[in-house]
């Protein structure tokens, strides 16, 4: 069973940078990844997504600020995030799915979900 395992959260400061990492446990199977979040009170929202290929799609508010990308050798998923903002607070998953049309999709519900990681951006 496919086991998605985030890592690279923490607290950071407005304007700083963090490089999220999920790894890809039990499975050889290039799938389909994305990063979403969610902060209290709040709807879970996408992020960034990317195909097998590498076509990437983001979330306005973030693009040119963050970058998906993959290692499909290792299986591990990355999200660089830099000049952060207060609004970028949230908990961080990472999410999987084997059908080929949920390639860059920021909305639907993924197969497979990591635990996630919290990033906590502070003034």
């Known amino acids: 069973q496919v086991q998605l395992m985030e890592s690279g959260g923490g607290s950071v400061q407005a304007g700083g940078s963090l490089r999220l990492s999920c790894r890809v446990i039990g499975s050889r199977t290039t799938y389909c990844m994305a990063w979403f979040r969610q902060s209290p009170g709040t709807e879970r929202q996408g992020v960034a997504a990317?195909?097998?290929?590498?076509?990437?799609n983001y979330l306005e508010s973030v693009k040119g600020r963050f970058t998906i990308s993959r290692d499909n050798a290792k299986n591990i998923l990355y999200l660089d995030m830099n000049s952060l903002k207060l609004d970028d607070t949230a908990m961080y998953y990472c999410a999987a799915d084997i059908r080929d049309w949920m390639c860059g999709e920021l909305q639907g519900n993924y197969d497979h979900w990591g635990q996630g990681t919290q990033v906590t951006v502070s003034s």
């Open positions: 990317i195909g097998h290929g590498g076509s990437t």
